[in-house]
C-alpha cells in the first residue's frame, strides 16, 4: 500500500500524464480488487484514480457501478471490470447488490474490497467521523484508500479517450448547428439540483450550449466541446470534475456553482482557477454537514455496534438498506435512472455575472472566499 501524501505540490505532470500499462512482471498473476462506490457519476471520476493506483500494483479492479452508467465507462475506461447494478428503489444498488456481484466472482475477503463511499447510512462504522473532520470528502476517499490525494489529477492515465467519436460530437453539436468561436458551455441541471442562470450578460454574439441527457448517453463524448469552450459555468458534477481532474480549459473562463444541499465538507478541492459563484438554499430549509452527521451516527472511532442510530432531524435520501447522505428529503438523485437526472431546487445568484456588462462580473476575494466556505453572504 503507498504511504499517504496530501501535501505534495501538483506538478504539470501529475495532470499531464498519459494512459499506461501496468508494471506487472510477466508471469505474475494479478490479485482481484473490489471497489464499493456505485454512484455518483462524479464520484466514480473522483475514484477512478485510485482505481489506476491499485491497477498499476498489480490488481484486476472489479467495480459494481449503477447500470445507466455503464454506457460511459465501458470504452473509455477498458482496464476495469464493470458490473452493472441494477437501480431499484429499496436502494439495494448502494452496498447489497454490489457485494453480492463481487461475491459472484470470488471476491469475499474485507482485504480485497475497498470501500470509497465517505458515508452509508447502514454501515455508519465504515466511516471514521476523526479522520473525515479532517478534510473534505473525495481527500477521505484518497486517504482510506492509501493513495496520494494528488493523484486525483492524473485522471488522464486513467482514460482511453475515443477522438474520433468526440469529434463527431463536436461536429454535430457545434459545427452543424452553425455555432462560432468564441462559445459557451453551461449547465443547469446536475444529479440532484437544477439551477436558473442568467446567460444575458454574455457577450454579445457568444452562443451558449447547454450540457443536456438528451444528446448522447456517455459522458466522455463532451470533451471535445468543453476543451474548446471559452466561458464554462457547471454546478459541482462530473464535467466539473473531470475539467479540473484532466487540467484542461485552462485558458477558458470557468465558474463554478456549489449545491446548495451541501457544506463545505461535501464540496470537492479544486485545483484550476475557478470563479465561485454564490448560491441560496431553498427558503426555510437548514442544510446540515456531512461531518456532523457522521459523528452522530458514529460518535466513536472503533466503538461496540459502529455508534448510535439515533434518527436525524435531516430526512433521508432513501429508504434503502444503504444510503448517501443526502439533507433534503428523497430527491431524484436517490434512484438514478439516467446520468444526469436532476429536479429544480435552490438558485443560483446573479450577483457575479449583472445585466448589461459585456463580461462576467469575477466575484471579489471575499465574495470567492465565502462561497468556498459554503457561507450565505
Given at each position: 500500500?503507498?504511504?499517504?501524501?496530501?501535501?505534495?505540490?501538483?506538478?504539470?505532470?501529475?495532470?499531464?500524464?498519459?494512459?499506461?500499462?501496468?508494471?506487472?512482471?510477466?508471469?505474475?498473476?494479478?490479485?482481484?480488487?473490489?471497489?464499493?462506490?456505485?454512484?455518483?457519476?462524479?464520484?466514480?471520476?473522483?475514484?477512478?484514480?485510485?482505481?489506476?493506483?491499485?491497477?498499476?500494483?498489480?490488481?484486476?479492479?472489479?467495480?459494481?457501478?449503477?447500470?445507466?452508467?455503464?454506457?460511459?465507462?465501458?470504452?473509455?475506461?477498458?482496464?476495469v471490470n464493470w458490473m452493472p447494478v441494477p437501480v431499484d428503489p429499496q436502494g439495494l444498488f448502494f452496498l447489497d447488490t454490489p457485494l453480492k456481484l463481487l461475491a459472484e466472482v470470488g471476491i469475499t475477503q474485507e482485504e480485497n474490497i475497498l470501500y470509497l463511499y465517505q458515508y452509508l447510512s447502514s454501515v455508519p462504522e465504515r466511516t471514521d467521523p476523526d479522520l473525515f473532520a479532517m478534510m473534505k470528502?473525495?481527500?477521505?476517499?484518497?486517504?482510506?484508500?492509501?493513495?496520494?490525494?494528488?493523484?486525483?489529477?492524473?485522471?488522464?492515465?486513467?482514460?482511453?479517450?475515443?477522438?474520433?467519436?468526440?469529434?463527431?460530437?463536436?461536429?454535430?453539436?457545434?459545427?452543424?448547428?452553425?455555432?462560432?468561436?468564441?462559445?459557451?458551455?453551461?449547465?443547469?441541471?446536475?444529479?440532484?439540483?437544477?439551477?436558473?442562470?442568467?446567460?444575458?450578460?454574455?457577450?454579445?454574439?457568444?452562443?451558449?450550449?447547454?450540457?443536456?441527457?438528451?444528446?448522447?448517453?456517455?459522458?466522455?463524448?463532451?470533451?471535445?466541446?468543453?476543451?474548446?469552450?471559452?466561458?464554462?459555468?457547471?454546478?459541482?458534477?462530473?464535467?466539473?470534475?473531470?475539467?479540473?481532474?484532466?487540467?484542461?480549459?485552462?485558458?477558458?473562463?470557468?465558474?463554478?456553482?456549489?449545491?446548495?444541499?451541501?457544506?463545505?465538507?461535501?464540496?470537492?478541492?479544486?485545483?484550476?482557477?475557478?470563479?465561485?459563484?454564490?448560491?441560496?438554499?431553498?427558503?426555510?430549509?437548514?442544510?446540515?454537514?456531512?461531518?456532523?452527521?457522521?459523528?452522530?451516527?458514529?460518535?466513536?472511532?472503533?466503538?461496540?455496534?459502529?455508534?448510535?442510530?439515533?434518527?436525524?432531524?435531516?430526512?433521508?435520501?432513501?429508504?434503502?438498506?444503504?444510503?448517501?447522505?443526502?439533507?433534503?428529503?428523497?430527491?431524484?438523485?436517490?434512484?438514478?435512472?439516467?446520468?444526469?437526472?436532476?429536479?429544480?431546487?435552490?438558485?443560483?445568484?446573479?450577483?457575479?455575472?449583472?445585466?448589461?456588462?459585456?463580461?462576467?462580473?469575477?466575484?471579489?476575494?471575499?465574495?470567492?472566499?465565502?462561497?468556498?466556505?459554503?457561507?450565505?453572504?
Amino acid at each position: 500500500m503507498q504511504e499517504i501524501d496530501l501535501t505534495s505540490p501538483i506538478e504539470a505532470s501529475d495532470i499531464e500524464n498519459p494512459a499506461v500499462e501496468a508494471p506487472v512482471a510477466e508471469g505474475k498473476q494479478r490479485k482481484p480488487l473490489g471497489i464499493i462506490q456505485s454512484r455518483g457519476l462524479g464520484d466514480i471520476i473522483i475514484a477512478l484514480p485510485i482505481a489506476r493506483a491499485h491497477w498499476e500494483e498489480g490488481y484486476d479492479i472489479y467495480w459494481p457501478i449503477c447500470e445507466p452508467f455503464i454506457a460511459s465507462f465501458k470504452d473509455v475506461v477498458p482496464w476495469v471490470n464493470w458490473m452493472p447494478v441494477p437501480v431499484d428503489p429499496q436502494g439495494l444498488f448502494f452496498l447489497d447488490t454490489p457485494l453480492k456481484l463481487l461475491a459472484e466472482v470470488g471476491i469475499t475477503q474485507e482485504e480485497n474490497i475497498l470501500y470509497l463511499y465517505q458515508y452509508l447510512s447502514s454501515v455508519p462504522e465504515r466511516t471514521d467521523p476523526d479522520l473525515f473532520a479532517m478534510m473534505k470528502f473525495d481527500q477521505y476517499k484518497y486517504a482510506v484508500a492509501g493513495v496520494p490525494f494528488k493523484l486525483k489529477w492524473q485522471l488522464s492515465r486513467s482514460l482511453e479517450r475515443d477522438y474520433d467519436r468526440e469529434n463527431a460530437f463536436y461536429d454535430r453539436v457545434i459545427t452543424d448547428q452553425g455555432i462560432k468561436t468564441p462559445y459557451c458551455v453551461y449547465q443547469v441541471k446536475s444529479s440532484d439540483v437544477t439551477y436558473e442562470v442568467d446567460l444575458s450578460v454574455l457577450p454579445e454574439g457568444m452562443q451558449a450550449i447547454e450540457i443536456t441527457e438528451d444528446l448522447t448517453d456517455c459522458i466522455f463524448d463532451w470533451l471535445t466541446v468543453i476543451e474548446n469552450a471559452d466561458t464554462i459555468i457547471m454546478i459541482d458534477s462530473v464535467f466539473a470534475n473531470l475539467i479540473d481532474q484532466l487540467g484542461i480549459c485552462q485558458r477558458a473562463d470557468k465558474y463554478f456553482m456549489r449545491k446548495w444541499n451541501r457544506r463545505v465538507d461535501g464540496n470537492p478541492v479544486l485545483a484550476s482557477l475557478w470563479h465561485y459563484i454564490p448560491v441560496t438554499p431553498p427558503e426555510g430549509v437548514q442544510v446540515q454537514s456531512l461531518t456532523d452527521v457522521v459523528g452522530a451516527k458514529n460518535p466513536a472511532v472503533g466503538a461496540s455496534g459502529g455508534g448510535s442510530n439515533t434518527p436525524l432531524s435531516a430526512p433521508k435520501a432513501n429508504q434503502g438498506s444503504s444510503q448517501t447522505y443526502s439533507p433534503f428529503g428523497a430527491t431524484a438523485g436517490g434512484t438514478p435512472s439516467n446520468f444526469m437526472h436532476a429536479v429544480k431546487q435552490g438558485q443560483a445568484s446573479t450577483n457575479v455575472m449583472r445585466q448589461g456588462q459585456t463580461t462576467p462580473q469575477k466575484p471579489n476575494s471575499a465574495q470567492q472566499l465565502l462561497a468556498g466556505l459554503g457561507l450565505r453572504q
